[in-house]
């Protein structure tokens, strides 16, 4: 039966000032974290941090930034060329190669494209996949001559373990990353889908100018007049400051967030004095109604 209701806001209450007894995390990128990071786990009383190496010695990863494992297309035909050529390169080399895109659309933007399909073995994984066939592609993913291209989703968590002696043989898992990263530790993420359990890997990225002008407001002047050595270093650089002015947005929000917070427990401090808090109450719910109503929180 169809019915008729009506929504009504009665506050908002915010999750950062939750206060729990007791705080504890295991993270693979503490050290990818960011100043802006630590002091919010700061305020949280988080202070101590222990960092435990891997049972697996130091890690394999071969990461040329200064060399030529970085490369910036100016078209997306030329990216998308790029990318193909990379990955049929190094599968006919006897790698396995897994590309990792930044969203869904972009993965399927290349997928659609002419170049795709000159990519053999070629698996694609993505959210659509039931877990059947999900498992399926990750667990081929890490075979001598497989392509495996996948959204950024993946790039966290995803065991990609090698058990190919071929593929081990011949260097391991290639990981591709299509976009740069505005978080750091995503990136590192990224990277750790290879080079498992003390086993070799190698990563590289393959960037498309546009997206690095939109994100990173990196036009083709600022990476044409600076030596390919230091690219890694004037991404890193860009990405910092993008991270800033994110975190800056975050602390207003913040901010808002603390004031609508604080009025909603007032409201209900009043709503619980019963008749003796009616006027308060009533004051205080016209003014959280204006506030979200205007979309301030």
């Not at 694609?124 to 999900?134: G, I, P, Q």
């Not at 593929?167 to 990263?181: D, M, N, R």
């Not at 290879?194 to 036009?219: K, P, V």
Request: overall charge positive; proline content about 2%.
């Amino acid at each position: 039966k169809e019915k008729l209701g009506l929504w009504v806001r009665c506050g908002r209450f915010s999750y950062a000032r939750i206060e729990p007894a007791c705080i504890l995390g295991v993270s693979g990128t503490i050290e990818a974290l960011g100043d802006y990071e630590m002091q919010v786990m700061k305020r949280f009383g988080i202070r101590s941090f222990a960092s435990m190496p891997s049972v697996y010695g130091e890690t394999q990863l071969k990461f040329d930034h200064a060399g030529d494992a970085i490369a910036i297309e100016a078209s997306p035909d030329s990216f998308y060329r790029a990318i193909t050529d990379h990955v049929v390169q190094k599968t006919r080399g006897g790698r396995a190669v897994i590309a990792f895109f930044r969203t869904a659309q972009d993965l399927n933007a290349y997928c659609q494209s002419p170049y795709f399909k000159k990519v053999v073995h070629a698996n694609v994984l993505h959210e659509r996949l039931d877990s059947k066939a999900r498992d399926y592609v990750i667990r081929k993913a890490a075979t001598a001559g497989q392509a495996t291209f996948s959204s950024a989703v993946f790039g966290r968590g995803t065991d990609f373990f090698c058990k190919d002696n071929k593929l081990a043989a011949a260097g391991g898992v290639h990981v591709l990353q299509t976009f740069f990263s505005v978080d750091k530790a995503e990136e590192v993420q990224i990277q750790g889908r290879t080079a498992r359990q003390g086993q070799q890997g190698t990563y590289g990225l393959i960037l498309l100018q546009s997206q690095l002008h939109e994100t990173f407001d990196l036009g083709p002047d600022a990476l044409g007049s600076v030596a390919r050595g230091k690219w890694y270093c004037t991404l890193d650089k860009a990405r910092a400051s993008v991270r800033a002015r994110a975190c800056a947005k975050i602390e207003k929000a913040l901010e808002r967030a603390t004031e609508v917070d604080e009025l909603t427990h007032r409201y209900f401090d009043a709503l619980l004095m019963g008749t003796q808090g009616y006027d308060s109450a009533v004051a205080r719910f016209l003014e959280l109604h204006h506030r979200l109503h205007l979309g301030s929180a």
